[in-house]
């Protein structure tokens, strides 16, 4: 059943279905099997990091540490992998934890220390990223049998490789959905998004699930760094600078309220669709400079927030003269 | 008939006394490292010292948090001000290079640092978009627009008068640290002995209560905006003039996060309100001394973050309101003061 | 026959790499190639993802400036299989190389051991403590160029390298970090500077100014890129030499993807561009007026 | 109804709870005996302490010193949650439900139906249904929280502590924001719950639904017990005597309907489509209209409008007989208009502001930034407001969110006396407010009207309208459907007024 709550996300999947077909009448090489695979392959890890930031700004928070948290994992991958012979596995499980410890860590210290998220996930930032150059400074190759495997692992359409990855985003939003709309954790998200006084009030286990969305983002962005490891078979340190700013845009976009409790998973793996769309029509286009391309990025950032807006507005106006007519209709209790 | 209790207003030195601390510990670290940090020489005319670099280092940042601060207090953020630096930096070298003066120059940048500030004040306050991502639009897009204006390259410049403003002194002492002084001074007066201060505090606090008071928050909003990009102006002329050359690319990179670190230092609320922009400042200074003892340890630059993290953690656990109330206590736990039912005055008033 | 060329540059972070994009689109015209140009700001996963883009879109033939060495194995092999000759600039990749046609580059490792030679001759025996200015941390040309001068100066016990700090290769961090050089060290005690880039030897000039001292001769100064400003200083005495990286990388690349495509002949792995010392010999003042005008 | 409850162990013992505040003692050694079965009043001026009380028992706050036994075992609640599994369910002072969630989301929120390990929504929808119709509401539990009224969150908040509350029910001022028919549904549940041998705190300010449905009463004093009795035994007299420790004047009704000034204020057919049906209405110096109606008729609105809040699409207002344009607050603030507002939390206070700029905020807005108060002045003004009104608070330098609910009441009350307003609008005036500070706020309202004041007041309670207004505007649906005046306006009358619309 449609409701009028779920206009956000039919907004931002009507925006992505128009920007696609404006783009594919632009360029009809747009409308490929390989345009489709390249956008689930080279958003795999931006989209698996945005479904942590998604839980996130949910609950009203940020978490800005996870584009160094996902430069980390890569280091921390690659050179465990090249100094001893422990199975990528083991790696996998043990940078999980690590990163999903490292969150929940800053989780903890908003919640107890009652610091600010963007504050506390700032210095998580530098700590992260820190960390990634005493590891390395130099890039880190990554060879081993295991990932030859995993990356061989692709379905071929026409040229287009689905590759495991961009299934490995699919199914993290689908998890990532069910746990936003059918699980109380999920629940409690959005209860703390809502107010967070009054969730505590309602009996929200406020520490608990502060800690809960923290670690759920630092361990998601673990994952997106073992995707991103995948994707570049190297660890390096430098590499996703500023990811966490593409994410919170991808979540904006796909219709996520920043103030929090407003928005879905959903959403936001729309949202990550339509920025590859732009990065893919960019380069199509070819003709634009560097700094055409920074103004052309931000302008249509701007536009997508505004065209959200005025939907949301004009859909806002038909609830409110919905609700006065509920309003009216129930004044007369009993 | 008896006043009620009204107490003692909380003066500006026990506000910044924790800043203040932590400014002492950050400048001791510093000696700790490099013994002779605090002698200042007077060198080819001017003052030569770890202190003045500190001072003037941290000019940039110094400028951004005023204008965050009021951008802060109204529950707001802004994100652009390193792009906006650049453009202003850009603008004033291309208004130099095509042969103006500096004082044209330096009207172009901070009226291209304005539009700026609008800018972002109109998508705030007239279109309601949510600050961070309203201001994240120049941001992404006006690094461009510097690029734009300098075609990409480093726009070199020789004018005098407009490099006096980042690497030259008066009296001896670097322009940065007189103009970040003035400008704070003015700043802070023009909040504090007019309304605006309360104004902005109460906007940041509540709008829906402040607008139905009679307050004009729109506006407000807007000139909170326009002053960020002003300052942010500012500071970018500053970093092109003290490097003879606009760097679109890198000039204010990531400043913003210092800026905003500086307010959060500062012991200001992001969720907005009471602000003080004087602990601010000492917030800058915080982070530029931070700057300055990795720089002075000499230790290899891929131990720079970490420290900086580490020490910034430091530095917001001690401010945590928790650990505040903690000490507090820790204090009242002493011999209990047994203070008078707090009514009973009023209440003979009230008969 | 129209050719079409992606190149994927990594952003426009620095003088130098806004002159290779002028110069890139400048030998492409001059050829009548289409050119698609993607710049990725520095990111290695939008080099990656424009690659893929070209590829989709069936480009006839991909520069590359690549970011970092590692990481391109998949999409090269896509590319491979589209049968897309790749061509690197400016920079090399780990991949196998029969993934790309050519590697159009300069040494890195080269360059440092040119200054750190140049440093070792012109100091003769005398002792001298060198400050250095590295480039953004992580980076390639910061690794290599660092590891290069060291061996330039190996076995030379008279050269000492004191200080070593990141100056992110501009020119703000140049200035702020020598400024404390000077200070932590004392300026009449550093008798050289040695920076990844010329941006930030330009940026340590005026610190140095500013101490009170002379560049160029209180302190040497080394540097790599040969960007115009930097002959300018060394025209003024400021600066003592600088080794360059020519921003013509394109030129030999389209060369040799031209050849290929006409008549399939296989270029060398490696175009290898040279790495010339300017010093205060040359007529730098000619050489800065020649470059001014490339974008740097 | 039972006997005297003589039952050897109450439910919830409080014993000895004690909570200091920076500068206040809230709470002071209080004992608290609930026995099952029993309707609890805990009754007290503003400030006494009531809700700090609830919140030391819930687990919200935690409390200084004291103990707290439920069935005979102590236990220590950390967290609401805890209180929750307790079996303590608790409606707080101001509505705490979230605005983002749908009623059914709310109503189960932290024990939603599960299966196999994920929320049921079908399920927890059809319940919330069931719930709900309990309470005579038949509303889609699926549609967010706030496509409903004030009314109805409130009720639904209601409806979740008693599904909460296994052994005690905790009600916090929970009829301020209700109409009188659904004051007389929540007493159906309440005595519902009762008979279940629950205990029910129940806290008030109106003393007639005390009386109505409670069989004993604690009544608190600046933080200390004063006393506890079973409301059988006693007066509404007594009961007021023991709250304010003093006599409550009685209250004589001085109407003076004669002698209304020149006109102030001529609206004619403002309205906004959608909202408010274009209205007409005459105001005089000197002169109390009141308005009202029932929940939801849109005196709010009508305040809203008439103060520039919302605004109109149509229709004019004259001022002194010009037209003035009254786009914003501000405008209307320019014109020496005030407005009080209903929803203080939201509406009305700056809460991390100082008391003291609370109350010149207004003033200072109309003045423009320019011209600040010189502090001799500010400090003048907020006293003597302060002593005026009786509010009560630790120093002026307190954030005003740390006030009590009727003390926030009062210093917005002051921040628009301050303005010195030519016309003043008050929304809901007293809710909240306590008795003694009720009689002395229509004494308030009487005396601003004899010193020449045009006031437009909107309240529920019609004894109240009826001691103030020199006329009343009844207003049904959106729309003024009658004007009472002079000996008209009796409660019987208004009654009759909205009911014959009803009829209609
Ligand atoms: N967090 C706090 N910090 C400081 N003082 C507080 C705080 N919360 C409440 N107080 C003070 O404690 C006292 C009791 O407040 P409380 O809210 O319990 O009163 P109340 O009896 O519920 O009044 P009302 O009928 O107006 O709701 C008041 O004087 C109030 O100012
Ligand atoms: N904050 C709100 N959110 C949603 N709807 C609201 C809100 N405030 C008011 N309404 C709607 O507008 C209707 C009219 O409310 P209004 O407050 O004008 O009525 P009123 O007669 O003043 O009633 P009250 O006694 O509650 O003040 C309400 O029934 C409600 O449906
Ligand atoms: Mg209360
Ligand atoms: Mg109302």
């Known amino acids: ?334 | ?351 | ?296 | 109804m039972k006997d005297t409850p003589t039952h050897p162990m109450p439910v919830l013992h409080a014993r000895g709870i004690s909570k200091f505040f920076p500068g206040t003692i809230a709470l002071d050694d209080v004992d608290l005996r609930l026995m099952p079965g029993e309707v609890h009043a805990l009754l007290g001026e503003n400030g006494a302490g009531k809700s700090t009380l609830i919140k030391c028992l819930t687990g919200a706050y935690r409390r200084d010193a004291g103990t707290l036994m439920l069935d005979g075992q102590d236990v220590a609640p950390g967290s609401t949650a805890d209180s929750q599994l307790l079996g303590i369910g608790t409606v707080y002072q101001e509505v705490n439900l979230l605005p983002n969630l749908t009623v059914a989301e709310n109503l189960y929120l932290g024990r939603q139906p599960m299966r196999r390990g994920f929320i049921a929504r079908r399920r927890m929808n059809a319940q919330a249904r069931d719930v709900l119709a309990g309470y005579g509401l038949d509303i889609d539990p699926a549609e967010p929280l706030t496509a409903y009224s004030v009314a109805i969150q409130q009720v639904v908040a209601i409806a979740r502590a008693v599904e909460m509350s296994g052994k005690v029910l905790i009600l916090d001022e929970p009829t301020a924001s209700l109409d009188r028919d659904e004051v007389q549904l929540l007493f159906g549940v309440i005595r519902q719950v009762k008979a279940r041998g629950l205990a029910v705190v129940f806290i008030t300010h109106f003393l007639d639904q005390v009386f109505e449905i409670s069989d004993r009463a604690t009544v608190l004093r600046n933080g200390r017990v004063v006393g506890e009795c079973l409301l059988r035994d006693v007066t509404q007299r007594d009961v007021v005597t023991m709250m304010l420790g003093r006599q409550l004047e009685a209250q004589v009704k001085t109407r003076d309907t004669g002698r209304p000034g020149k006109t102030l204020l001529d609206i004619k057919g403002l309205g906004k489509r959608g909202m408010i049906a274009p209205f007409s209405l005459t105001i005089r110096e000197g002169e109390v209209v009141g308005l009202a109606g029932l929940l939801g008729s849109g005196r709010t609105e009508t305040a809203n409008l008439i103060f520039g809040a919302v605004p109109a699409d149509h229709g004019q207002v004259l001022l002194r007989g010009r037209e003035i344009g009254l786009r914003n607050p501000r405008d209307a603030v320019a014109h020496r208009f005030a407005l009080c507002p209903e929803d203080r939390k939201i509406d009305g206070i700056v809460g991390d502001l100082s008391v003291r700029d609370n109350i010149i905020l207004a003033l200072q807005a109309r003045q423009g930034w320019m011209r600040p108060i010189p502090r001799a002045k500010i400090e003048e003004i907020a006293q003597s407001y302060v002593r005026a009104l009786d509010i009560r608070l630790a120093s002026l330098d307190m954030p005003i969110r740390l006030l009590s609910g009727g003390n926030q009441q009062k210093a917005l009350l002051a921040r628009w006396l301050a303005t010195n307003p030519d016309f003043l609008i008050l929304d809901e005036p007293t809710r909240g407010i306590d008795v003694g500070a009720h009689a002395e706020i229509i004494a308030l309202i009487e005396q601003l009207r004899a010193d020449g004041m045009a006031l437009l007041v909107a309240s529920s309670e019609l004894e109240e309208l009826v001691a103030y207004s020199t006329r009343v505007i009844v207003l049904r649906d959106r729309e003024q459907v009658s004007e009472l005046t002079g000996d008209q306006i009796t409660p019987d009358n208004i009654i009759n007024a909205i009911a014959t619309e009803d009829a209609a």
């Open chain 3, 1 to 296: 026959a129209d050719l079409t060329i992606g190149f994927s540059q990594i952003g426009s972070e620095s003088g130098w790499r806004a002159a290779e994009t002028t110069v890139t689109k400048q030998e492409a015209e001059k050829r009548g190639i289409t050119l698609k140009f993607a710049d990725a700001q520095q990111k290695q996963e939008n080099q990656i993802k424009a690659l893929r883009s070209f590829i989709a879109q069936g480009v006839d033939a991909i520069l590359i400036a690549p970011v970092v060495a590692t990481g391109w194995d998949e999409v090269l092999e896509e590319a491979a299989d589209a049968e897309i000759p790749v061509v690197l600039l400016d920079r090399t990749v780990d991949a196998d190389k029969s993934l790309y046609l050519t590697a159009v580059t300069s040494d890195l490792v080269h360059e440092g051991k040119v200054a750190g030679e140049w440093l070792v001759s012109e100091m003769n025996g005398a002792n001298c403590r060198i400050v250095e200015l590295q480039g953004t941390t992580g980076s390639s040309p910061a690794i290599d160029r660092k590891a290069g001068f060291e061996q330039g100066i190996a076995g030379h016990d008279n050269l000492q390298i004191v200080r070593s700090q990141t100056g992110d290769f501009t020119r703000a961090q140049g200035k702020v970090v020598m400024e404390s050089f000077l200070k932590a060290e004392g300026g009449e005690n550093i008798c050289a500077l040695y920076a990844h880039n010329d941006d930030m030897a330009v940026g340590a000039i005026q610190a140095i100014k500013e101490a009170g001292l002379k560049p160029g001769e209180d302190i040497k100064i080394v540097a790599i890129d040969a960007v115009p400003d930097a002959h300018k200083a060394i025209a003024d005495g400021e600066m003592n030499a600088t080794i360059e990286l020519t921003p013509n990388m394109a030129g030999p690349a389209l060369e040799a993807l031209e050849a290929y495509l006409a008549d399939g002949t296989e270029p060398a792995k490696w175009i290898q561009t040279e790495s010339k010392l300017f010093t205060a010999k040359d007529d730098n003042l000619a050489i800065f007026n020649a470059k001014k005008d490339l974008g740097y």
């Open chain 2, 1 to 351: 008939m008896s006043s009620p209790p009204v107490g003692p207003r909380p003066s500006i030195l026990k506000r910044i006394m924790p800043q203040l601390l932590i400014l002492g510990v950050a400048l001791a670290l510093n000696v700790a490292v490099f013994p002779e940090f605090f002698q200042i020489d007077f060198r080819n005319g001017r003052l030569f010292g770890n202190l003045i670099d500190v001072l003037n280092r941290g000019a940039p940042v110094a400028l951004l948090c005023i204008g965050m601060t009021l951008v802060i207090a109204t529950k707001g953020i802004d994100l652009s001000v390193g792009a906006v630096m650049a453009i202003a930096g850009a603008v004033a070298a291309a208004m130099v290079v095509e042969g103006h003066g500096w004082g044209t120059a330096v009207l172009a940048a901070l009226a291209a640092g304005g539009l700026c500030g609008l800018w972002n004040g109109f998508l705030v306050a007239v279109l309601r978009i949510q600050p961070i991502v309203a201001t994240l639009v120049l941001m992404v897009a006006g690094r461009g627009v510097a690029q734009l204006v300098t075609e990409g390259k480093i726009l070199t410049f020789d004018n005098p008068g407009l490099i006096h403003l980042g690497a030259g002194t008066v009296a001896g002492v670097p322009t940065p640290i007189l103009i970040w002084l003035a400008l704070a001074a003015l700043v802070t007066f023009g909040v504090r002995k007019t309304a605006l201060g309360m104004l902005i505090e109460a906007i940041g606090i509540n709008e829906r209560s402040s607008r139905l008071a009679g307050i004009n928050s729109r506006v407000l909003l807007i000139c909170v905006y326009l002053v960020s990009g002003l300052c942010a102006a500012l500071a970018g002329v500053i970093v092109a003039a003290d490097i003879k050359g606009a760097d679109a690319n890198n000039a204010g990179l990531w400043l913003e996060l210092d800026a905003i670190l500086a307010v959060v230092i500062g012991g200001n609320s992001l969720l907005g309100g009471r602000f003080s922009i004087i602990a601010s400042l000492i917030g800058a200074l915080i982070i530029q001394s931070v700057n300055s003892v990795i720089l002075l340890s000499g230790l290899p630059p891929e131990f720079n973050l970490v420290i900086k993290a580490l020490l910034i953690l430091g530095i917001l656990v001690i401010q945590s309101p928790r650990i505040g109330n903690f000490i507090y206590l820790l204090r009242a736990s002493g011999p209990q003061p047994q203070p008078e039912p707090p009514h009973s005055t009023q209440e003979e008033a009230a008969r």
């Open chain 1, 1 to 334: 059943m449609i409701r009028s709550t779920h206009l956000p996300l039919l907004i931002t999947l009507a925006t992505f279905v128009l920007a696609y077909a404006l783009c594919a009448s632009a360029y009809p090489a747009m409308l490929s099997w390989r345009v489709i695979a390249n956008l689930l392959t080279d958003n795999a890890f931006l989209g698996i990091a945005a479904v942590g930031m998604t839980f996130v700004i949910l609950s009203g928070g940020i978490d800005l540490s996870i584009g160094s948290v996902i430069a980390f994992t890569g280091v921390f991958l690659a050179v465990i992998l090249r100094d001893t012979s422990i199975h990528p596995l083991v790696a996998f499980a043990l940078v999980l934890t690590l990163t999903t410890g490292f969150g929940a860590a800053m989780g903890a210290t908003i919640h107890y220390l009652e610091m600010p998220p963007f504050i506390v996930t700032l210095a998580g930032m530098f700590l992260a990223r820190g960390a990634a150059y005493v590891l390395s400074t130099e890039s880190v190759p990554i060879t081993h049998e295991f990932y030859d495997t995993l990356q061989g692992l692709y379905w071929k359409v026409d040229g287009a490789r689905f590759r495991l990855i961009g299934g490995l985003m699919v199914l993290t939003f689908l998890v990532g959905i069910i746990t936003a709309h059918r699980t109380r954790f999920g629940q409690n998200v959005y209860a703390l998004g809502g107010g967070e006084q009054a969730a505590k009030l309602m009996g929200v286990p406020v520490a608990r699930t502060t800690i809960g969305i923290y670690a759920v983002s630092g361990g998601l962005a673990g994952l997106s760094g073992i995707v991103f490891s995948l994707y570049t078979s190297a660890g390096y340190s430098l590499a996703t600078v500023g990811v966490e700013l593409d994410a919170i845009a991808a979540v904006v976009i796909g219709g996520t309220l920043l103030t929090g409790g407003y928005g879905f998973v959903a959403g936001t793996f729309f949202g990550i669709l339509i920025m590859g769309l732009i990065q893919t029509y960019i380069v199509f286009d070819g003709t634009l400079s560097s700094w055409w391309t920074k103004i052309v990025i931000g302008g249509l950032l701007f536009a997508f927030i505004l065209l959200q807006k005025g939907l949301t507005w004009a859909a806002q106006k038909r609830a409110a003269q919905a609700r006065r007519r509920t309003a009216t209709g129930s004044a007369a209790l009993s």
